[in-house]
């Protein structure tokens, strides 16, 4: 067990040190977000009625999960980038727990994710972003955020395994990326024509965010909370048991 701890912490100190020595990286899961959520204040929030609360309140949770979405994509480059180049086979080579490889890049997807969410929500505090949470608020609030995040993780593992190059590895973010714009990420869906918003109203995406947009506001909304945390728990439970088994099938 001990061997285990200690060969997962040289595994994440590893892909820490290359996930923060990539400007691609950096640009893609800090800067892209950052620079949407001013455009989308300062552009578009002015024609987008969200009725009393101030549209800087109503985006930011839905930034957060786009950080999270392009943050995850970069857990699926790293990997297939070990596959590919026969890095996983010298690290089966050696005296080393097979599990600490993967469990290497999904803790290094969590932490990482943890440090980019909290840099956008920062910046949104200094641009107006005024929540009205408490702490059991919060605490909900990073609960969903993490279950997001592990589930978003282990699909890009599935995807890094599978993948034949680096470039089809994070493929599987478009179709996340089509789900968060195509929900009440940035709009509402009362605004959004019939047949969209049946789709936006009935795709995971859209209970998820709610939940933590009304956990943030401080009028929780316990359906879409548990609601988010069903379809988090879901997503994450499946994509983890498909992942290890695929992992032991290519070991």
């Known amino acids: 067990m001990g061997n285990n701890w200690s060969d997962m ?3 994440v100190g590893r892909n820490m040190r290359h996930a923060f020595r990539s400007v691609d990286t950096i640009i893609t899961t800090i800067a892209m977000p950052l620079m949407i959520m001013l455009m989308f204040v300062y552009v578009f929030g002015g024609s987008i009625d969200t009725g009393s609360e101030a549209y800087i ?8 999960f786009l950080c999270i979405a392009l943050g995850t994509t970069y857990t699926a480059v790293r990997l297939n980038n070990d596959v590919t180049k026969g890095i996983i086979d010298r690290f089966h080579s050696m005296p080393i727990a097979k599990s600490s490889i993967l469990t290497g890049h999904v803790v ?10 909290l840099f956008i929500v920062l ?12 702490f059991v608020g919060w605490l909900g609030v990073i609960l969903i955020l993490l279950l997001f995040t592990l589930a978003m993780t282990w699909i890009s ?3 890094g395994l599978l993948a ?3 470039e089809g ?12 714009f195509v929900s009440s990420a940035f709009t509402p869906t009362a ?7 049946a789709f936006a109203e009935n795709q995971p995406m859209t209970p998820i965010i709610e939940s933590v947009r009304s956990l943030l506001v401080g009028d929780v909304n316990m359906t879409d909370v548990w609601t988010a945390i069903a379809w988090c728990a879901g997503i994450f439970i499946i994509a983890w048991v498909a992942a290890i088994q695929i992992y032991k099938r290519r070991s």
């Open 157 to 159: 593992v599935i995807s």
């Open 164 to 166: 034949k190059s680096i």
């Open 191 to 197: 605004s959004m024509n019939n047949v969209v918003r």
């Open 123 to 134: 910046v949104a505090f200094l641009i107006g972003f005024r929540p009205e949470a408490g």
């Open 57 to 64: 309140n109503y985006v930011v949770p839905g930034i957060m």
């Open 9 to 11: 912490k040289v595994m």
């Open 169 to 180: 590895a994070g493929t599987f973010s478009y179709f996340v990326l089509m789900l968060l």
């Open 108 to 117: 290094t997807s969590v932490v990482f994710n943890l440090i980019s969410t």
